[in-house]
């Protein structure tokens, strides 16, 4: 897009077009909406490129087709040093340090509303769009992020970092569609993309194997797994390849139940609690153990899509993690911190205490809690 384009007479809209079919929609809608649209393939990821693991060289086909179907003008940009410095280097101190991390969620915050958007703008553009399920509303001058219409595939948890500006500047046209629809509509206007699968997980790490990829990155430390009564059961190639509530993957499915629990024979296996120190992952049988409990946490690096964080107490809804349904909490405490700087650059430096209604399965530190009230994604933060 040249920079002079903002002289045209309809608004000039870039597509973050990824070569999946809910951009391509996007692009469609914007397009018949009467919008100056054109799109951006965002690379963010160079290392072992040729290992064929990341499919960015297929998806920038796709994208380059879609585009050239649309008849809308389109380029490649690489921000994979921006997504190293900015998303990778995080995910990998997050794992050194024993949590587990959501980079998608950060990878939104830095690249694509970040980068992408003030690439965008430089270009020309009024504001940029995405294939997210997601919607934003305007009332009064404020921004408000909203789930999208389809329950199913609601993204407003990966787009919690999100403040006024960047709401302001982005558009999610199939965020007012359910799945079904957007893929009939590629269907009906012979996209190339209507039936292609959805693409699960971050790109660099794609359909491989995720021990073998982190191990590249970080050193593995085997240890053992221990039941809370310290009986060792089994021993893990590293504690950053487990999260807290896993089941599958542990190789002790096998196992007769420990010897202080012989009540639980039979059921299966679940990781419960990390012991750093130890290098121990702490493991229990059955779904119903109390370690896979609790009723509230703690989360810092908060951030408010308004701007404002609430009066404690307060409460809301909460989910810990993609997916789950909304659980009722009240937030008990909104504390400031002494000033510090961060690999996520937060714009506030507090944290809050949150207590749910009833006991949540592993709650685990790394990942997100958002809060909303009804279909508004008030905000969210890091589980600690």
């Not at 789950?324 to 690999?343: F, G, M, P, V, W």
Request: contains cysteine; glycine residues 8%; aromatic residues 10%.
């Amino acid at each position: 897009m040249s920079k002079d384009s903002t002289a045209s007479k309809t608004p000039a809209i870039v597509v973050g077009l990824s070569g999946g079919v809910d951009s391509s929609v996007t692009a469609l809608l914007l397009k018949q909406q009467g919008f100056d649209v054109s799109a951006i393939f965002m690379k963010n990821w160079n290392e072992d490129d040729d290992a064929g693991y990341c499919p960015a060289e297929e998806d920038f086909a796709d994208a380059q087709s879609i585009a050239a179907e649309l008849d809308i003008p389109f380029h490649g940009v690489n921000f994979a040093p921006e997504y190293w410095d900015n998303v990778f280097s995080y995910f990998l101190a997050e794992y050194k340090a024993g949590r587990t991390p959501n980079p998608d969620i950060l990878c939104n915050k830095e690249i694509k509303f970040k980068v992408f958007l003030d690439y965008a703008l430089s270009q020309g553009a009024e504001k940029i769009a995405t294939g997210h399920y997601a919607r934003v509303k305007e009332e009064n001058g404020e921004f408000f992020l909203l789930k999208g219409k389809d329950n199913n595939k609601d993204q407003s948890y990966f787009l919690y970092t999100l403040g006024q500006y960047p709401l302001s500047k982005t558009l999610f046209p199939v965020g007012e569609l359910e799945k079904p629809e957007v893929r009939a509509l590629a269907e009906k206007f012979q996209l190339a993309t209507w039936d292609k699968k959805d693409s699960t997980g971050i790109c660099f790490i794609g359909e491989r194997d995720f021990a073998k990829f982190l191990s590249k990155y970080l050193p593995a430390k085997p240890g053992d797994m221990v039941t809370p009564e310290g009986e060792v059961v089994g021993q893990h190639q590293g504690l950053m390849y487990h999260t807290l509530g896993q089941r599958k993957g542990l190789g002790i499915g096998g196992r007769k139940a420990s010897k202080a629990a012989e009540k639980t024979a039979g059921m299966p296996w679940f990781a419960a609690q990390k012991n750093l120190s130890n290098n121990q992952l702490i493991v229990v049988q059955g779904k119903d153990h109390p370690l896979l409990y609790s009723q509230h946490l703690s989360a810092s690096q908060l951030h408010w899509v308004s701007g404002k964080a609430p009066a404690a107490p307060f409460q809301c809804m909460a989910k810990t993690r993609y997916r789950q349904a909304d659980q009722a909490c009240t937030i008990t405490e909104i504390n400031k911190l002494a000033a510090k700087s961060t690999n996520l650059n937060t714009e506030t430096q507090t944290n809050c205490v949150v207590e749910f209604d009833s006991p949540q399965f592993a709650i685990t530190p790394g990942q997100s809690i958002v809060f909303y009230q009804g279909e508004i994604c008030l905000g969210g933060g890091i589980i600690d």
